[in-house]
């Protein structure tokens, strides 16, 4: 057995031991000045990082103050305007039932006076159908009596049938020299 191969682990160990012991006497302080520089970056990192920190936190909240402010500004408009929209609903619809009143008000009044126009031209119509009626009745009885004059004209004037046969009979005779006169 080796004694350098028994002490393998050892040596090793040895080794890495004497490594570190020449590294800090070459890079000893150096390495110390870079462990305290790492040691000051990393508290002025952790500074830096609990300062950003706190400024996001302040920015957050800030902004969710604002949004908070304009959420409500938003929401009092909002009701605002669905007030005005109400009260002018309302004033639509009041103004609607007026309209329609009024419109039923003179729907009525149209209504009557078309009855009362109606009522007025039947008794027109009335009237004149009397006033008509009495003139083709007067128009009647005038033809009428218009009618029995002329007849009673051609009855005077004209010649009665059997006087007229008479007188043919009459005529007749004398042309056949067979008339006579009655003596008396």
């Known amino acids: 057995m080796d004694p350098k191969n028994n ?14 012991k020449i590294r800090d006497i070459l890079f000893g302080n150096q390495m110390r000045d870079y462990d305290k520089r790492f040691i000051r970056l990393e508290e002025r990192l ?3 990082a609990e300062s950003l920190q706190e400024d996001l936190r302040k920015r957050f909240d800030s902004l969710e103050s604002f949004v908070r402010q304009e959420l409500e500004s938003l ?3 909002l009701n605002g305007e669905k007030a005005e929209r109400a009260e002018s609903l309302k004033e639509i619809t009041h103004e609607l039932r007026d309209a329609f009143k009024a419109l039923e008000k003179r729907l009525s009044q149209l209504d009557e006076q078309l009855s009362d126009g109606h009522t007025e031209l039947r008794a027109q119509i ?3 159908s009397k006033m008509l009626s009495g003139e083709i009745d007067k128009m009647r009885r005038e033809t009428a009596a218009a ?19 008479e007188l043919f009979s009459e005529v007749s005779l004398r042309l056949k020299n067979e008339f006579e ?4």
């Open 46 to 48: 952790t500074k830096a």
């Open 181 to 184: 006169l009655p003596e008396e």
């Open 147 to 165: 009618l029995d004059r002329e007849v009673q004209v051609l009855r005077t004037d004209k010649t009665d049938r059997a006087a007229l046969a």
């Open 75 to 77: 929401n009092q408009r």
């Open 126 to 128: 009335l009237e004149q």
């Open 7 to 20: 002490a393998g682990g050892d040596g090793e160990i040895r080794e890495g031991a004497n490594v570190d």
